[in-house]
C-alpha cells in the first residue's frame, strides 16, 4: 500500500536518491539545500507564515511495504514578490501592412513581463521511473495530493494556482528557445541559468531585451517549441485541461514552457471535495468511490491515501475497515477526500 504525507527530516537519504536519479532544480543533488527544503517544509505545515511566500509543502510518496520514499511533489505558498518576481513571456501577435506593396504579415511576439504579487504555485513533482505507468497510478496521486492539501486549506493560499510545465528539451536537455535567445543575452547555457534564476532573477530584468521579440527571427525549432510541452509532460498537461486549468498563453522566459491557471475554487476535484465523519460500520464495498482521503495521524501533519469510501446520506463516511485496522486510523474522526478516478 502506498501513503501521502508531509516530509520528516529521516526523508533526506530517500530525497537525495530521487535527486541523483533525475535532475530537477527542485530537487538539487545537494544533501544540504534538501535539508533545507525539509526544515521549511515542517515548518510550513505546522506554522505556517503570514507571508505566503515563504510556505514550501513537501509531499512524499511511500511505500509502506518497505518504507522507500518513491516520489515527491509540491506547493510554494506564492511565487512573485517585489523581492523575487514571478517573470514570464507573454506570447502574441503583432500585424504589419504595407499599402505601397499591397503586402501584410502577422509576426508571433514575444514579450518580457514580470508579477510582484503571484499566484500559489504547484510543482516538483518527481516520480522514480520504475514506478510510472504503476497500476496504482502513483504521478496521479502526487499530483493530485497537493489539491487534496488546498481543498482543507484554502486560506493558506491565493485564489489563482499556476503551473509551469517542462517544454521539449533536446537530447541533452538543452532548451531550443534558450540556444536562440537566452545564450545571446546572458552568456551562460540554459542550466547556469535556470539554476541562477532560483536564488537571484535581477539578471532577467537587467539583460532580457524588455521590448518585443519576433518569432520571425528564430530557428524553426525554437519556434515551434513556444507553448509545447515535452513527450514525458503531455499527461501532466491532458490532467490539468481535463480539471480545470487553462493554458495562459505565457511562458518560461528560459526554456518556452507553457504556463497554465485555474481559480483554486473552480479546480474540479477541490469543487467536488468530499467532507464526513469516518465511523467503522456500514461499510458496502459495492457502493463506493475512488477518492484521496486525508486523515488524522499521530506522526504526520499531513497524512493520506487512495481508498474506496462510501459516503452516506448522513454526514457519515466509511471504508474498508482492514484498512483502517492497518494504518492505525482513528475512529471517529472527520475526514476530507477528493474524487481521483
Excluded at 514580470?114 to 499566484?119: K, R, S
Amino acid at each position: 500500500m502506498f501513503i501521502l504525507r508531509s516530509v520528516q527530516p529521516n526523508d533526506l537519504k530517500d530525497l537525495y536518491k530521487l535527486s541523483n536519479i533525475m535532475t530537477f532544480i527542485n530537487l538539487p543533488p545537494d544533501e544540504d539545500l534538501i535539508s533545507a527544503k525539509i526544515d521549511s517544509s515542517i515548518k510550513s505545515f505546522h506554522n505556517p507564515s503570514k507571508r505566503l511566500w515563504e510556505n514550501y509543502y513537501i509531499f512524499v510518496l511511500e511505500d509502506q511495504d518497505n518504507g522507500d520514499v518513491l516520489g515527491v511533489s509540491m506547493i510554494h505558498a506564492q511565487h512573485g514578490t517585489d523581492h523575487e518576481p514571478h517573470f514570464y513571456l507573454t506570447v502574441g501577435q503583432e500585424s504589419k501592412f504595407s499599402q505601397t506593396i499591397n503586402t501584410g504579415f502577422v509576426h508571433g511576439t514575444l514579450k518580457l513581463g514580470l508579477d510582484t504579487n503571484g499566484p500559489t504555485e504547484i510543482g516538483g513533482l518527481i516520480l522514480n521511473p520504475e514506478f510510472r505507468a504503476h497500476q496504482e497510478k502513483l504521478g496521479k496521486q502526487l499530483s493530485f495530493v497537493r489539491f487534496l492539501y488546498m481543498a482543507d486549506h484554502e486560506e493558506r493560499f491565493k485564489p489563482m494556482i499556476h503551473s509551469e510545465l517542462v517544454p521539449p528539451l533536446d537530447k541533452v536537455g538543452n532548451s531550443p528557445l534558450w540556444e536562440a535567445v537566452g545564450r545571446r543575452f546572458f552568456n551562460m547555457n540554459y542550466h547556469e541559468a535556470d539554476i541562477l534564476s532560483r536564488s537571484n532573477k535581477e539578471f532577467i530584468l537587467s539583460l532580457f531585451p524588455s521590448e518585443n521579440i519576433y518569432q520571425t527571427l528564430l530557428p524553426m525549432e525554437a519556434r515551434e517549441s513556444i507553448g509545447k510541452v515535452g513527450k514525458d509532460t503531455e499527461p501532466v498537461k491532458r490532467m490539468l485541461e481535463n480539471i480545470g486549468f487553462k493554458y495562459t498563453f505565457e511562458v518560461d522566459p528560459f526554456d518556452g514552457g507553457p504556463h497554465f491557471r485555474c481559480p483554486l475554487k473552480d479546480i474540479k476535484p477541490i469543487k467536488e471535495k468530499i467532507t464526513g465523519q469516518l465511523v467503522s460500520n456500514n461499510f458496502d464495498p459495492n457502493n463506493t468511490r475512488e477518492v484521496l482521503i486525508n486523515v488524522s495521524h499521530p506522526e504526520y501533519d499531513f497524512f493520506a491515501f487512495k481508498t474506496q469510501l462510501q459516503v452516506h446520506g448522513d454526514g457519515q463516511v466509511s471504508m474498508d475497515p482492514e484498512v483502517i485496522k492497518r494504518l492505525g486510523i482513528s475512529i471517529p474522526q472527520k475526514i476530507t477526500a477528493i474524487p481521483f478516478s
